[in-house]
Each structure stands twice: as structure tokens, then as C-alpha cells.
């Protein structure tokens, strides 16, 4: 008799709750390559299950019609389903799922950067409490492998900044806007087209999106959950052709951005979402369209810059996959997912605007009369802020001239003071369109 010491290939069931683009993404990826999985794994990785909100709508993958519920719950409560996919979006119904599944001593891979964002602690330490997984790559940039290169590959270095291009929607927005002189309205009448806009549009246009993936990057990097109302969001919607040619006429490109300052003397971190002027040499000044892209500078290693598509099926399916394969390794071998290792012993708090220096470009709608200008200055005199360049754009007869400054460098709350004596100012004939001018080495 011939006693095999193979061990037969053990299978991991895997339920996907939502199967929309990075669901149908990661259902059609695990079955690509299932052959794959024993080779590197030792199990086989089975998509078997999913939910879906229609049952009659068509998809691009096949599945057949017994593995579809619109009862997210039956997947999590099956017990023949082992790992879980949290593909829903949304914040309370994910939530409550996850919760669940790690009740049952299930594993679960999510997407989801706004239920990270509010609720990443309690489900951290669920996971945790649970001795289950939580992977979370995909909800940061895509394709790009920015959690896992922070929490495993830099582990060695602290981050006195990170910066870069998290919404792939608004940067494909301002490219176009910029390479092709198109409008703002047109670009995004094609961004919707193509499907890249969130149902809510606020998300990608407003800054909110990138807001939840800074918020997560300051946790991974600094240890400290900041609260989305402590984090400046400003989005895109006030970036015309107008200041894009401007910023080009300084050697610098528009990019929407987020910014997390770390400054290690007082302990004070930073977390900012807003359009910025990067200067032209710097990678993510020159990423472009759908991409996002990340700066890390790291104490030890230097300068990091990782940039690929933050968006769409694969490059998202992608980072899911990366996850549940993780996720089955580590619960083979050891009992749970690596800490969160930049996790500092001293605790940091967020900075105030006095502690956050930086140059600013300012685009002010103006009555082109004798004297305006030097009422302008006098208001940022005022504050203390010195003015470094002054262009104006002269209108036809008697109508309002645009005028561009940038100051010399200054703080936050410096600059907000000056804002709202602007506003106020007879002949500023509109709101003042307020950028930052980001400078990778003044970092304070
Ligand atoms: N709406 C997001 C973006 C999708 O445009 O980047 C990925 O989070």
C-alpha cells in the first residue's frame, strides 16, 4: 500500500459582500488564477459567495445564480464562508457586518476608507480582541501598496511627511483641465462618463475622499486617529484654467493633495487636504490623469514615491487579493496580522494653525481703480504677511481685473486673518481663491 504524505489542499471559501467594480474585479482575479493560489498558499482560494443589491442586473463575470444573495448577512453567517470581503461602501451597514464576522472568528479584506476613517479604532481593536485579520489595503491609493509599505517595508522610519495625490477623479479633472484648456464642467461631464465619479460626487470633488485616506495614513504613520473635523478638506471646484496657467508661469503644477506634518520637537501632527502648488520637479507634480501617487519621507530611507492607478477594477481587485492572500498566510502562521509598527510610545496631538507655516497664492476678482492695490497689501501687511509676487490681468474698459499675489512664507492662521479682512474689502468683488504653495523641504 503506497501512503501518500501529501496533505489533500485545503480550501478557503471566500464571501463577497458587494459586488460591484472591485467586487466583480476580485471574484474574476481569484479565479484567473486559481491554480495559483495552492502553489504559493498551500489552500485553494475559492470565491463562492456573494451579495449583490439586484439579483437580475448583468454582470461581467459569471456567477451562477445560486452564490448570489441580496442577504449580506447569509454570507457572514455561512458557516462553509471562511473569509469575508467587504466590498459594500457605505459606513453603518459595513460596519455592523464586520463587527459580525469578526464575532464568528472571520477574517475580513475591505475597501472601505470612510468606515476606516470614522470607525478604524473600534474595528482594529475588534479584529484584534477577535485574533482574526482586518485588511485594509485597498482603501488607501488603489493599486498602489502604500498600507503595507508603510506598516512592513519602511518599519524602520518615522515620517516628518507625506504627501501626495489620493483621489485619481479630481486629478484626472485638473489634467485635462490643464493639458487641454478644457473647462472644469466639460471635464467632469466626461469623468462622469467614464464612471470615475463617487454617486456622491462631494466625495471626489470636495476633498472628502482623500480626507479619509489622510486620515489613515496619519494613523499608520503617527499612531493617532485625527478627527475628519480636525482636518482642513478644501476640494477642486474653485481651480480655474485661469490659476492653472498662473501656476505653470511659477513652475509649478495644481494638484489636489493630502498632507500629513509630523513635527517632532513638540509633537504636534498636521492633516490637510487641499489644492496645491507643487513645483514642477517633484514626482507627483508630473502624475498625472486617473493616477494617484505618494510622496513618503522617511527618516531613514529618504524619499519614497510610489505612484500607479488609485482607481478602477483591477488595480483596487489588485490590493484586495493582496490582502486575503496576507490574511491566509498570517492565520496560518501566526495568530494575527503584523501590528501597526510606526505606532509611536509618545503621543501625538493635532497642530494648530499657528504651527503650520507655508507660502500661499492668493487670486483676487477686483475693482481696476487707483489705489486697490495697495489696499490689498495693506490688509496682509496688516497681519504680518509680506507679499513676493503681484500680477494683474487687465479687463476691458471698466470691468473687474484679476489680480494674482503669492506671499512670502507665513502660517495658517496668518493667512485666514487676511482672508477675512479681504473679503470684507470694498472692491474685492468675490470670495479670494486661497492656495497653498507647497514646499517638500519647508516642512516645519
Ligand atoms: N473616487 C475615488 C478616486 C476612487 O477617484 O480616487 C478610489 O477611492
Keep these: 500500500m503506497t501512503i501518500s504524505n501529501k496533505e489533500p489542499t485545503k480550501v478557503i471559501r471566500i464571501g463577497i459582500l458587494g459586488l460591484g467594480t472591485v467586487g466583480q474585479g476580485t471574484w474574476k482575479h481569484l479565479v484567473c488564477n486559481a491554480e495559483f493560489w495552492p502553489k504559493i498558499l498551500g489552500v485553494e482560494l475559492i470565491p463562492t ?32 464562508i471562511d473569509l469575508i470581503c467587504e466590498l459594500i461602501g457605505g459606513v453603518e451597514e459595513a460596519r455592523e457586518l464586520t463587527l459580525r464576522a469578526f464575532a464568528q472568528g472571520k477574517s475580513v479584506v475591505t475597501a472601505n476608507k470612510a468606515l476606516i476613517c470614522e470607525h478604524g479604532q473600534e474595528l482594529f481593536k475588534a479584529a484584534e480582541d ?27 522610519n518615522e515620517f516628518p511627511l507625506i504627501y501626495g495625490i489620493l483621489n485619481g477623479t479630481s486629478n484626472y479633472i485638473l489634467t485635462r483641465m490643464e493639458k487641454e484648456g478644457a473647462s472644469f464642467d466639460q471635464v467632469l461631464g466626461d469623468a462622469r462618463d467614464l464612471g470615475y465619479v463617487e454617486a456622491d460626487e462631494a466625495l471626489d470633488l470636495d476633498g472628502v475622499d482623500a480626507a479619509h485616506k489622510a486620515v489613515i495614513l496619519a494613523y499608520l504613520a503617527h499612531g493617532i486617529w485625527v478627527n475628519l473635523n480636525e482636518v482642513t478638506v478644501e476640494g477642486i471646484r474653485r481651480i480655474s484654467n485661469q490659476d492653472l496657467k498662473a501656476a505653470e508661469d511659477l513652475g509649478c503644477r495644481i ?81 494575527s496580522m503584523p501590528k501597526l509598527l510606526h505606532v509611536s510610545s509618545s503621543a ?19 475693482d481696476d481703480r487707483p ?60 470670495e479670494p481663491v486661497l492656495f497653498r504653495m507647497f514646499d517638500p523641504n519647508g516642512v516645519s
Design 49 to 80: 459567495r456573494a451579495s449583490v443589491r439586484n439579483l437580475e442586473k448583468e454582470r461581467e463575470v459569471s456567477i451562477e445564480s445560486h452564490q448570489l444573495t441580496t442577504d449580506s448577512h447569509s454570507i457572514v453567517d455561512d458557516p462553509n
Design 130 to 156: 477577535a485574533g482574526v485579520g482586518y485588511g485594509f489595503e485597498a482603501s488607501v491609493a488603489g493599486g498602489i501598496p502604500i498600507i503595507k509599505v508603510l506598516r512592513e517595508s519602511l518599519v524602520s
Design 255 to 335: 494638484k489636489l493633495i493630502g498632507v500629513i506634518r509630523r513635527n517632532f520637537s513638540n509633537n504636534h501632527v498636521a492633516v490637510a487636504v487641499h489644492p496645491a502648488l507643487i513645483p514642477l520637479e517633484e514626482t507627483i507634480a508630473r502624475t498625472d490623469g486617473v493616477h494617484n501617487g505618494v510622496c513618503l519621507n522617511g527618516s531613514v530611507v529618504g524619499t519614497v514615491v510610489l505612484t500607479g492607478r488609485g482607481a478602477g477594477q483591477d488595480p483596487t481587485a489588485s490590493s484586495v487579493i493582496s490582502d486575503l492572500v496576507d490574511v491566509v498566510k498570517h492565520t496560518r502562521e501566526i495568530s
Design 348 to 366: 501625538c496631538s493635532p497642530a494648530s494653525p499657528e504651527e503650520i507655516d507655508g507660502r500661499f497664492y492668493l487670486r483676487l476678482l477686483v
Design 371 to 430: 489705489g486697490q492695490l495697495a489696499k490689498i497689501a495693506e490688509c496682509m501687511a496688516d497681519v504680518g504677511i509680506s507679499l513676493a509676487t503681484v500680477s494683474q490681468t487687465p479687463h476691458e474698459n471698466n470691468e473687474p481685473a484679476s489680480l494674482i499675489l503669492t506671499t512670502h512664507q507665513t502660517n495658517e492662521h496668518l493667512i485666514s486673518l487676511a482672508l477675512e479682512k479681504l473679503k470684507n474689502l470694498p472692491g474685492v468683488m468675490e
